[in-house]
């Protein structure tokens, strides 16, 4: 530990030179005065459980320093000193006589993450365990707005490939198998800097929104999370790193406050070669010991699943375990997982136990996959879905709403002086489920699915299997305000969007109108082919309706019938809104 050198002067005490060292390494501060913030019971603190340097008195200054441990002492208090992002807890040493007290061990922490450049510790979150709880409350309502958290991050990290099951881990802790979560993606993996600002506690929300990504807040991962699980392991391996970070209930269970242990390693290294530029070996060393007993892996599993990467290979693995429950049973409900990842009439699915419908303003029916049925969620999450996404080990067969709808009709206006684009058309697979309205996308991300408007609201079977499908970004985004619920799964109540609604509904209603006989919508004998036909390698190509594409391997390509082309042939009458 390092040691520091006091000066007392007028109830204020001076550190001419703060020396942490790090290993090897020398971290210096120069500190022109550093007051007393405040007085408080020293069993409000876990001096423990932080990290400590020694604090002694300057050889003139023993009587003063003396007098101002034995005012502590006497107290039972600690005197909490704040510098910058710097915070000091110093308490006398219990069971030492005062005449001893030349120099005291004194707790510190940071107060916000460090800036690039500083030695970069565990994540410490002043608050208690039950902060990770309020997290798990914010997704509460639909256990898929969570996953899709995670989702969302997966395709701002540009993955191509993402992976989601649940499979069954013996967990020592336990004694038994547990079901574990995992969310796997190819994307660019998570610098050290990333990990720490993943939690998003500490680490300022940006300024403006960049609208090729769909995070906003900075918290979607702990929000997502905490809500699947009581507990998660992160691993990502960047161009630069790798990382292992914990996020847990069951580990924070008897702390004061929230630990996150961070451990990351030098890229260019063997498993042991820690990167000593954002900790110690020995502060490593101790984190991976500690995590250990609480992980459904040992040391050797993930070792091997960092081998998965490869050593040019990039991307994040999370694994959710201890997962929330519906009563006696889990939440989630889930088949075996098939390991070919290449037969597509192999549906392997994920859903919610309950299978409610989610209450919607006119809603009718009650069968809306989408609210309950991985597969068809995801099927339908993205406006122009690029990353592949397997569930159980088989492919997600993405259904591009805009373009799977009959008797098309594409609206282009303007709209509180933003130009607008509405595609409405009419389904068959949803006029036979009993379900129409608009899908509202933002950022290319469903926002809201079956939105009632106009007089699709007040007559109940009006515009059944008729759907829209509209990108509201810029309508949605004003100035550098976004105006999307904490959960993306709705759109603030404002004037834009109460515009925005008015506006399809005057939409739909015309459509409706002008299509009422030629659609003949209430002739249950009539079945709607596609506009267009889709099927996806790296770009989406449309096909002859005559073809029938129900065998097409979920590794298919471009040269590959019916393209039988090349996969950088730019897209045909794409991208889709």
Request: one cysteine or more; aromatic letters at 12%; a negative charge.
């Amino acid at each position: 530990m390092a040691e520091i050198t006091f000066i007392y002067v007028n109830s204020v005490l001076k550190l001419p030179e703060l020396t942490c060292l790090n290993s090897c390494k020398m971290w210096c501060i120069f500190l022109e005065s550093l007051h007393v913030r405040e007085f408080a019971p020293a069993a409000f603190y876990p001096f423990e459980s932080l990290p400590k340097v020694y604090f002694h008195a300057a050889y003139h200054q023993n009587y003063e320093w003396q007098n101002f441990l034995t005012y502590l002492f006497d107290k039972d208090e600690v005197a909490i000193y704040q510098h910058e992002n710097c915070e000091f807890v110093i308490t006398p040493p219990a069971g030492q006589d005062p005449a001893n007290w030349d120099r005291v061990a004194v707790a510190y922490r940071f107060k916000e993450l460090p800036i690039y450049g500083e030695v970069a510790k565990n994540v410490v979150v002043h608050c208690g365990p039950r902060f990770l709880y309020t997290h798990h409350l914010l997704h509460k309502g639909w256990t898929f707005g969570a996953l899709a958290e995670l989702i969302d991050n997966a395709s701002d990290a540009n993955a191509s490939k993402l992976h989601i099951s649940i499979q069954m881990e013996f967990y020592e802790r336990a004694q038994q198998n547990i079901p574990v979560l995992s969310v796997i993606d190819d994307g660019r993996g998570m610098s050290h800097l990333d990990v720490t600002g993943m939690v998003g506690i500490g680490s300022a929300c940006p300024t403006e929104h960049h609208m090729d990504r769909i995070g906003i807040h900075r918290f979607g991962f702990l929000t997502g999370s905490m809500q699947l699980g009581k507990d998660v392991v992160v691993l990502t391996q960047s161009k630069e790193s790798r990382s292992i970070e914990f996020v847990s209930h069951s580990y924070n269970e008897n702390n004061k406050e929230i630990d996150i242990p961070i451990i990351t390693y030098r890229k260019d290294g063997g498993w042991r070669d820690f990167d000593l530029e954002v900790h110690s070996e020995s502060e490593a060393e101790e984190r991976l010991k500690s995590i250990m007993e609480y992980l459904p892996f040992n040391e050797y599993t993930i070792r091997s699943k960092f081998a998965r990467f490869g050593e040019n290979g990039t991307g994040t693995h999370i694994y959710i375990y201890n997962l929330a429950k519906w009563g006696s049973e889990y939440r989630l409900a889930w088949d075996e997982k098939c390991d070919d990842e290449t037969d597509l009439k192999k549906k392997r699915d994920i859903w919610i136990r309950s299978r409610w419908v989610r209450k919607r303003q006119g809603q009718i029916s009650r069968e809306v996959p989408l609210d309950y049925s991985l597969h068809a969620y995801l099927e339908v999450m993205f406006l122009n879905p690029r990353v592949r996404i397997y569930v159980q080990g088989t492919m997600v067969r993405m259904r591009p709403v805009a373009k799977s709808l009959n008797k098309t009709k594409v609206v282009r206006d303007v709209l509180m002086g933003k130009n607008v684009e509405l595609t409405l058309g009419r389904s068959q697979v949803e006029k036979e489920r009993g379900n129409y309205g608009i899908f509202l996308y933002w950022c290319g991300r469903l926002i809201e699915a079956y939105k009632r408007v106009g007089a699709m609201v007040r007559i109940a079977d009006m515009g059944c299997g008729i759907i829209g499908v509209m990108d509201v970004t810029n309508i949605m985004n004003d100035n550098d305000e976004v105006l999307v619920a904490e959960t993306k799964q709705r759109f603030q109540d404002c004037d834009a969007f109460d515009k925005l609604e008015q506006w399809l509904g005057h939409k739909v209603d015309e459509y409706w109108d002008e299509n009422f006989d030629t659609l003949e919508l209430r002739d249950n004998s009539k079945s709607y082919t596609p506009d267009h036909k889709l099927v996806q390698c790296n770009r989406w190509r449309i096909y002859d309706p005559n073809f029938n594409a129900e065998n097409l391997s979920a590794d298919w390509c471009c040269f590959m019938p019916p393209f039988k082309g090349l996969c950088d042939t730019p897209e045909q009458g794409l991208p889709f809104m």
